[in-house]
């Protein structure tokens, strides 16, 4: 049994962190079995979880259900990225989340690089107080180091 995807817009989407759900709801899922169109219905699962940061799926063992008139058909989220075209549509709904995702964390990291290069910084002059005798400044600079490393 092969199907394709008919129709695959979220209902809605949410992103906590790096973790990304897309809630689908009746009309907005649909399949094409053999020359049948199938819409999706969430009886069972409604969602696909999908980790930004690895790019993986998490609930590959929900149970996602299709119905045309009296047919139902039910199907593992894993089955259904084995045998369809599901992937793909992925893809394009959540490659702009993955783009913000790198860019936060490439973000968090430069920041991170630039409070190193502070601390190191304050270290240094603090190392140039204590050469040169200057106990204001020693003071003055191992308070600010305290600080600076309480807030981070």
């Known amino acids: 049994m092969l199907l394709m995807i008919k129709m695959m817009k979220p209902f809605y989407t949410l992103q906590e962190g790096n973790d990304l ?20 219905i969430p009886v069972e ?21 299709f119905q045309r008139g009296t047919r139902i058909f039910r199907i593992p989220l894993f089955q259904l990225l ?9 893809k394009s709904i959540t ?9 936060l964390a490439e973000a968090e990291s430069f920041n991170e690089e630039i409070f190193h290069l ?22 003055l ?3 600010k180091l305290k600080a600076e490393e309480a807030a981070h």
């Open 141 to 143: 600079l191992t308070d």
């Open 45 to 65: 699962s409604n969602e696909i979880r999908i980790n930004l940061k690895t790019k993986q799926i998490e609930n590959l063992t929900d149970i996602f259900v």
């Open 21 to 40: 759900k897309l809630v689908f709801a009746y009309q907005y899922f649909s399949v094409v079995k053999g020359t049948e169109v199938y819409q999706f």
């Open 118 to 139: 502070e601390i190191q910084n304050l270290q240094r002059l603090i190392d140039k107080a204590l050469s040169d005798g200057d106990r204001e400044m020693f003071m």
């Open 82 to 90: 084995q045998i369809s075209d599901l992937i793909d549509h992925l």
């Open 95 to 103: 490659t702009f989340y993955i783009q913000e995702a790198k860019t």
